[in-house]
């Protein structure tokens, strides 16, 4: 049985770029998949696709058990769409904005208008609801967006990067509208470059890169995928960085790296809490003074940089993504990725495109100890 | 007198309950959009202004500048007034012909913005976007043609048939801005700027309303543009609402090709507005179909 959304290899080319390359989706209803990557990646053309906006060139799609190509206009009655722009008339009020939207879902004008009220009070812009949306913010031209798409309330939500552009508290805000929304039973698609955001709101991941999907499982499953803890010291003088090399290098079980202009050395572990006291004894012995001790564990971050090789924000399109991820341009952003050991990037790349996940041994935790 | 045809009202939302699809959904589709472009044009009153503002310049450019060396043949004393009928016609036509522009600045504008795409995105009618705005045009249209028949009329320009056939004449106009609104429509779709719209629904609108009947008459033109000027469908609207005020002029002959729209102008400009509607109004909604901003 088919999830809520679901797509079998979706190919959409615009000229010379392929820019879905064969995407299989499969969303169970009422959960949330989170799409992950960088700009350019696909992931608002696979949007485009299940929401009817475009035709792919080859594959196929449902949602809401419904074949999105066979019958786009009774999939537009199913689904809400908050794209990546707010896509508000800006010369009309909220109230009025919302009272279209919801004609235009056929509703008839008494009921657009109650719904109108209700949506507007329920994301908290009664006060700003006759005025025109130009005067909104960034943050209620966005609610405003989302609650245009939830006129009907509809069982399967898109969502475009939804929070791009916003600042952390409004984030925040319509991170909890998004829970609630989907404590609801709604089933919804979010594409984002946040990793936070997906690691937050996402029971499953996908990640996506030129088309492709090449990683996807729980935030647990793919950190545990991306390799093990490791230990990031920071030392208080640069001539101290050799003796704490070679403290760490004897608890490690791998390569670290070293940032000079830091003074900070990271270097893979297994061993967790007990050995990083070790080590701070150890270091503590040979005189090395230090000003930051931690135990870290992998982000999401970390999954995205290890899969695709580029950051998730910057998406550089230098096509180097594949089996160099390990050997990498350089640079600060690549960090610790050096030496993540068995679970090493290419034998994650591997499975693009395949099951979940194996293992799960990851925890959430972002911030080791202090 | 002309108070001109306020044929078009603003649409008044229709509450029906859960029409689905079909002629009815379309049309009411159709007037809700219709509606949100006219809220946004009385936010908007510059855009107004600005589109009254030059035919009136228009008006009084080619009366005064123009009007005292265009001779209309066999005009009694004086021609400013014989050129002052002779021109109306064809200003009023120029003028809803720019309705074309707007129509296309306002739908490139709501690509850019991401409208299009939620609109596509709802349950609506194909076409009631498009039909949306440009009935709201038309409205726009009426309007202007008001003010510019009040401004006319200041200035001496007088009608010679009766109140019916005035109105017919304004109706026939603003059939044929209509008309141009789905050329409009069409522009707006295919370019990525508001800006281009403007430019791109503007340019071509030149040679199309000056290689025509409407300023001068075409027995001055060379030979070939005379019969590229009686066959321009802009003309026929000339000719026809020319006809249709009483003021055309028996020394100036109602073809000089024999060209038939010439001969018939009333029912050519019926066709040739029919015509347009019909083959952009098709292309505008396809290119809608597969619009990706």
Request: aromatic residues 6%; proline residues 5%; glycine residues 12%.
């Amino acid at each position: 049985m088919p999830g809520a959304i679901y797509a079998e290899g979706l190919v959409k080319t615009f000229g010379e770029v392929r820019a879905l390359d064969g995407v299989d989706l499969d969303v169970p209803e009422g959960t949330v998949l989170g799409m992950l990557g960088p700009n350019g990646a696909g992931k608002t053309t696979a949007v485009r696709v299940l929401t009817t906006l475009l035709r792919p060139d080859r594959g196929r799609a449902e949602v809401a058990g419904i074949d999105v190509l066979a019958h786009p206009d009774r999939v537009r009655r199913a689904i809400g769409l908050s794209g990546q722009f707010a896509a508000v008339d800006e010369y009309l009020t909220g109230r009025e904005n919302l009272t279209m939207v919801g004609q235009l879902y056929q509703m008839s004008g008494r009921d657009a208008k109650r719904r109108a009220g209700e949506l507007l009070e329920r994301f908290n812009l009664s006060d700003a609801a006759d005025r025109t949306a130009k005067t909104y913010s960034g943050g209620m031209r966005r609610r405003l967006d989302l609650a245009a798409a939830l006129v009907v309330s509809p069982p399967v939500m898109f969502m475009d990067e939804p929070t791009t552009g916003l600042d952390p508290r409004n984030r925040q805000a319509l991170w909890e509208v998004i829970e609630e929304l989907v404590a609801g039973g709604t089933t919804l698609l979010l594409t984002t470059q946040y990793l936070e955001e997906a690691d937050r709101l996402a029971h499953d991941i996908c990640v996506v890169d030129h088309g492709k999907v090449i990683a996807r499982g729980t935030s647990d499953q793919l950190k545990a995928r991306t390799g093990g803890e490791r230990v990031e010291v920071v030392v208080h003088a640069a001539e101290h960085i050799p003796v704490a090399e070679a403290v760490l290098n004897g608890f490690g079980k791998g390569e670290g790296t070293i940032e000079p202009h830091t003074r900070k050395i990271t270097v893979p572990v297994a061993g967790g809490a007990k050995l990083l006291a070790e080590i701070i004894r150890e270091l503590d012995t040979r005189g090395v003074e230090i000003d930051d001790i931690g135990l870290r564990r992998p982000t999401l971050d970390d999954v995205f940089i290890s899969l695709t090789g580029h950051v998730a924000e910057a998406a550089d399109g230098s096509g180097e993504s594949g089996a160099d991820a390990d050997g990498g341009t350089g640079g600060r952003q690549k960090k610790g990725r050096k030496a993540t050991g068995p679970g090493e990037p290419a034998a994650v790349r591997e499975t693009a495109g395949g099951g979940t996940a194996d293992g799960d041994r990851g925890t959430a935790d972002k911030e080791g100890v202090k | 007198m002309t108070t001109a045809s306020q044929q078009a009202q603003p649409p008044a939302p229709v509450h029906s309950p859960r029409q689905r699809g079909g002629i009815g959904g379309s049309v009411r589709d159709s007037l809700v959009v219709g509606k949100r472009n006219l809220i946004r044009m009385m936010r908007i009153p510059e855009v107004v202004i600005f589109g009254l503002i030059q035919p009136i310049m228009f008006v009084v450019l080619f009366t005064y500048v123009f009007g005292g060396s265009i001779l209309i043949p066999g005009a009694p004393s004086g021609n400013a007034q014989a050129y002052r009928e002779f021109l109306m016609a064809g200003i009023f036509a120029q003028t809803v012909t720019f309705a074309t522009a707007g129509a296309g600045a306002g739908i490139a504008d709501d690509m850019h913005k991401g409208l299009i795409d939620r609109f596509r995105s709802l349950p609506m009618s194909r076409g009631a976007v498009l039909t949306g705005r440009t009935l709201a045009d038309l409205v726009q249209t009426a309007l202007t043609l008001v003010v510019l028949a009040v401004v006319a009329l200041l200035i001496g320009w007088r009608t010679h048939e009766n109140l019916a056939k005035v109105l017919a004449g304004f109706a026939l106009l603003l059939l044929l801005g209509y008309a141009f609104s789905w050329i409009g429509a069409l522009i707006g779709l295919s370019v990525r700027t508001p800006e281009a719209a403007t430019s791109g629904g503007l340019i071509w609108l030149f040679p199309l309303t000056f290689i025509s009947n409407a300023f001068v008459p075409v027995n001055g033109m060379p030979a070939v543009l005379q019969h590229v000027a009686e066959w321009n469908p802009f003309s026929a609207t000339v000719a026809a609402a020319r006809e249709l005020f009483g003021n055309t002029n028996q020394h100036v002959p109602k073809s000089v090709t024999g060209a038939w729209p010439m001969e018939h102008p009333v029912v050519a400009s019926v066709i040739w507005s029919l015509l347009i509607i019909a083959v952009f109004r098709t292309l505008a909604v396809r290119k809608y179909r597969s619009a990706t901003a």
